[in-house]
């Protein structure tokens, strides 16, 4: 195989300015020589990125527009139905725990905005011996099965709609593939450990 040096080039250059360099078959540039056409700003036509936009059909980049825009369509539309489950939990709160009614109000304003271009959401984590700022946006299961027997504790009524906003934010998050939705899951585990009393982190290991 023949290299092309960074000489080749200069003296080609220099006889005839050229814009852009077919590499010839069965030759390779060196690396200065590469150098060379990149400060010239002159396109080489074995450039893989080049290549591979050329060998691209236009048919083939609109389909995978179509389907990025599918799938984020999908999700603002579930997301909304998501936040009207939000703001029904938060009424229904309203009248049994009103400081627990606003934190789901606040999830739903965060959840408003989570996904909109130019929005970066910070869900800070609340003071648990489980969840920190380190972990809090990874995935994690619930903390704790959540049973008859907690449905009819204290604080059944509170838990079980906690858990199913849970099981509702889990469902978009697998569906889209949505990390962003982590710490919302979190949030609501957390929430459902202190409905239940829990002082002690109850995730499972």
């Known amino acids: 195989m023949k290299f092309i040096t960074e000489d080749d080039l200069r003296i080609l250059f220099k006889k005839e300015p050229f814009t ?3 590499l010839p078959a069965g030759t390779r540039l060196t690396p200065g020589a590469r150098q060379f056409l990149v ?3 002159i396109p080489i036509s074995d450039d893989p990125m080049i290549v ?4 691209e059909k236009p048919a083939e ?9 599918i799938c984020q369509d999908l999700f603002l539309l579930k997301k909304k139905t998501l936040q009207a489950q939000f703001l029904e939990t938060g009424l229904e709160l309203l009248n049994r725990d009103v400081l627990l009614a606003e934190q789901i109000f606040d999830l739903e304003r965060k959840l408003s905005d989570l996904g909109k ?6 869900f800070p984590p609340s003071p648990c011996t489980g969840f920190h ?3 809090f946006n990874q995935p994690y299961e ?8 907690h449905a009819q504790s204290e604080k059944g009524k509170e838990i079980l709609l906690l858990h199913r906003l849970r099981c509702s934010v889990r469902e978009l998050a697998a569906e889209t593939e949505n990390a962003g939705l982590n710490p ?4 609501l585990s957390q929430m459902i450990c202190l409905e239940y009393g829990g002082k002690t982190c109850q995730r499972k290991k």
């Open 20 to 22: 852009s360099y077919d």
């Open 39 to 41: 400060d010239k700003k």
């Open 52 to 55: 591979k936009r050329k060998n």
């Open 61 to 69: 980049k609109n389909e995978k527009a179509q389907e990025k825009g």
């Open 117 to 122: 271009e130019g929005r970066e959401v910070e």
């Open 133 to 135: 700022k380190d972990n």
């Open 142 to 149: 619930d903390c704790f099965e959540i049973t008859g027997f």
């Open 184 to 187: 919302v899951i979190n949030r």
